[in-house]
């Protein structure tokens, strides 16, 4: 992917949303947490839906702490009055520790696979598990913060769940040459066995 940082182009965001301060994702994540349970409608259809928030929220958080730190946490839907509109942020480990609650929420309560392509599971959660336990990981113990362990090892375990599935395996026919192509030219993949998840 090209990166405007890494070639030079960066420039100073002139507005919130050029910066990554959108928050619009979060709020609906919030709404259907927060409302979920009012349908009248079965309470494993509600849950399904309400755990694919808390994925969505997790990944959003883990976003705004790799990009901002220390960022507010609001777990909870705003309108234009709330007080916590213009809180204070709040220390990034207590930030991820919310974020590791709702992804541990989102493994135990989302089906291994759906009726329907293209939807979070419990694999794509515990994917992005162990990508967010290795990032806060190795950024608590390369920056002296402490309680790294608990992260590393939950990437462990995450990954071990992830590889030891029997659900994934490396992307091969026999051709070397084109196999690792395949990967990035392929207009479908959902029957690739090396992806977790795609659209």
């Known amino acids: 992917a090209f990166s405007r940082v890494s070639a030079g182009q960066n420039f100073v965001p ?7 301060w959108n928050w619009g994702i979060l709020r609906k994540c919030n709404i259907l947490v927060q409302n979920y349970k009012r349908p009248q409608i079965s309470e494993t259809i509600k849950n399904s839906y309400a755990v694919e928030a808390y994925f969505f929220r997790a990944w959003f958080y883990l976003d705004k702490v790799q990009t901002f730190g220390d960022v507010p946490y609001i777990s909870k839907a ?14 990034r480990k207590q930030v991820m520790d919310s974020v590791l609650r709702d992804i541990d929420k989102a493994i135990e309560y989302l089906p291994a696979t759906w009726s329907t392509g293209g939807r979070v599971n419990k694999y ?22 402490g309680d790294f362990e608990k992260y590393l090892n939950q990437c462990v375990d995450a990954s071990t769940q992830l590889m030891t599935s029997g659900k994934f395996s490396l992307y091969k026919t026999g051709n070397t040459a ?3 192509k395949t990967l990035f030219v392929s207009k479908d993949l ?6 977790i998840f795609s659209r």
């Open 14 to 20: 002139t507005n919130a949303s050029d910066a990554g």
């Open 78 to 91: 705003l309108d234009n009055t709330s007080e916590e509109l213009f809180g204070p942020r709040q220390p």
């Open 124 to 145: 794509v959660a515990l994917a992005l598990k162990s990508r967010l336990c290795l990032y806060e990981g190795t950024y608590r113990k390369y920056h002296n913060l």
């Open 178 to 180: 084109s196999d690792y």
């Open 190 to 195: 959902s029957t690739n066995p090396e992806i």
